[in-house]
């Protein structure tokens, strides 16, 4: 049923938004500030690195949407792809069948990926495949005689999805403690952000890598390695301000898992497909996972497609008899979605998008490191085309901002005024606070150039209000 009013009507920019405040749920979203007459923002078109709104106004995309549009907006032969596929064969489910395009697209995931993952299981995004990650690991032990494996080991602060079992793999407590309680079993251990490494390792950062990776030992121990299943890590966490792993720490994972047959899930639902210069970032590191979960880049976002990526000891046990991994989802694999994410693999392929990012990410990281002459500056850091900028109240101390000036500053004016300077990122406090810059993987030094200018003006001027 609708309730719009008489005077609300098409074509007219405001009269959208306004729709939009009456009927449209936004994720993660305070709908206070819409319900206050807070404008929504409307985006209405992409072209390459740029995103233009209701009002005609255009945006540098400092997120490629959200972590995902690799390739750049508006690909004409990627809606060509898509429409293609529609017309010969719109839908038709994996559930016991098998249609071309997912055959070719796991095939050639498989090729991408390290070692044996050589099985490759269809999602629609990050999330489910986080959750399918998680399902396997159980059922892989329950049918290998160690039943009693089931919990799961990740970081503090780390994002893994909002499905229940997602929801008890991430980190967030805030996210996490409305839908309380969530699946039994999550266990956490410390990221490794070296800004914020325990002092005695402030100053080795291998040495806080293995510090690390040793609490990962610890916690199993504690928990009884007979009780765990499994350890969801990304190569380079997100959520905190990009916390790329330190000399050692990978390696030093794998050893654990192994030593304790623990499974290493590389969740790449971010850092897949060219963020940090590699279709895997686990390649990269030269690791190799018993699983990897990845979505968003896979297709640059022309159509959601998620996948859990299997060792063949991991499949194994469901080649015999009766045996079937009990899951799926109708959209999994979708036939048009698999088709553009071929075709966006085409791009990668053809425009050498990994190198692109390989030998640029330096002049990116040096550009953003300019920033740290503001006093509101304390750390940059990532790796790739993926940077956090954490912000601080003192950059000799590293005093980071109490919850209510973090409110002021990030919600109440760097979000907004970053919009309003023609950059779209994200100002994120879901640990210290943090602005987090993932543009499509297209951009050259000109644009490196125009994200550090307005970052510059915004983050001054935040300077001077606190
Ligand atoms: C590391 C990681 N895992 C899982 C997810 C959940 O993905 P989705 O939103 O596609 O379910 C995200 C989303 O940002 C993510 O960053």
């Known amino acids: 049923m609708t309730t719009t009013p008489q005077y609300v009507t098409e074509g007219n920019a405001d009269a959208l938004a306004e729709r939009a405040r009456r009927h449209l749920w936004m994720h993660f979203t305070r709908h206070s500030v819409y319900e206050g007459g807070g404008h929504v923002p409307i985006i209405t078109r992409g072209e390459g690195p740029y995103i233009f709104d209701d009002q005609g106004r255009r945006y540098f995309d400092g997120l490629a949407g959200l972590f995902v549009v690799q390739v750049g907006h508006g690909r004409?032969?990627?809606?060509?792809?898509?429409?293609?596929?529609?017309?010969?064969?719109?839908?038709?489910?994996?559930?016991?069948?098998?249609?071309?395009?997912?055959?070719?697209?796991?095939?050639r995931l498989a090729s991408y990926a390290p070692g044996d993952l050589n099985r490759v299981f269809f999602t629609t995004g990050g999330g489910e495949a986080v959750e399918?990650?998680?399902?396997?690991?159980?059922?892989?032990?329950?049918?290998?005689?160690?039943?009693?494996?089931?919990?799961?080991?990740?970081?503090?602060?780390?994002?893994?999805?909002?499905?229940?079992?997602?929801?008890?793999?991430?980190?967030?407590?805030?996210?996490?403690?409305?839908?309380?309680?969530?699946?039994?079993?999550?266990v956490k251990v410390p990221n490794t952000n070296f800004y914020r490494a325990p002092e005695e390792y402030r100053y080795d950062e291998k040495a806080f890598g293995l510090w690390a990776a040793d609490r990962i030992a610890e916690a199993i121990e504690f928990e009884g390695a007979d009780s765990v299943a499994a350890v969801f890590l990304e190569p380079v966490q997100n959520s905190g301000g990009c916390f790329p792993p330190p000399p050692g720490y990978l390696e030093r994972v794998r050893e654990i898992c192994d030593a304790y047959d623990v499974l290493f899930v590389a969740d790449e639902t971010i850092t897949a497909f060219g963020r940090i210069g590699d279709m895997f970032a686990i390649n990269r590191f030269g690791v190799t996972p018993d699983i990897i979960t990845c979505a968003k880049g896979m297709t640059s976002g022309y159509a959601p497609l998620g996948a859990m990526i299997a060792s063949e000891r991991l499949f194994e046990p469901f080649k015999h008899g009766t045996n079937a991994f009990l899951h799926g989802y109708t959209w999994g694999g979708h036939p048009v979605a698999a088709a553009v994410a071929m075709a966006n693999l085409d791009i990668f392929e053809r425009e050498g998008i990994n190198d692109h990012v390989k030998e640029n990410e330096g002049a990116f990281r040096r550009t953003l490191e300019k920033l740290l002459d503001l006093p509101i500056v304390g750390d940059v850091r990532g790796a790739g085309f993926f940077y956090g900028i954490e912000l601080v109240k003192d950059t000799e101390t590293r005093e980071t901002f109490n919850e209510e000036e973090s409110e002021r500053l990030l919600r109440g004016f760097l979000s907004k005024a970053l919009f309003d300077n023609g950059l779209y990122c994200r100002a994120d406090d879901r640990g210290d606070p943090v602005i987090q810059l993932a543009p499509p993987l297209i951009i050259d030094q000109s644009h490196f150039n125009e994200v550090e200018q307005i970052l510059r003006q915004v983050l001054t001027e935040a300077s001077n209000i606190l």
């Not at 489910?93 to 249609?99: C, F, R, V």
């Not at 970081?155 to 403690?177: D, F």
């Open 76 to 107: 004409a032969e990627l809606a060509e792809a898509m429409a293609r596929q529609a017309q010969e064969l719109e839908f038709f489910p994996l559930w016991s069948y098998a249609h071309p395009k997912a055959i070719e697209l796991a095939e």
């Open 132 to 186: 399918s990650a998680w399902k396997l690991a159980k059922q892989y032990f329950k049918l290998t005689g160690k039943p009693t494996k089931h919990k799961v080991i990740s970081r503090s602060v780390a994002y893994h999805g909002t499905p229940q079992g997602a929801l008890s793999i991430t980190g967030i407590p805030p996210a996490k403690i409305p839908f309380e309680p969530l699946v039994p079993g999550g």
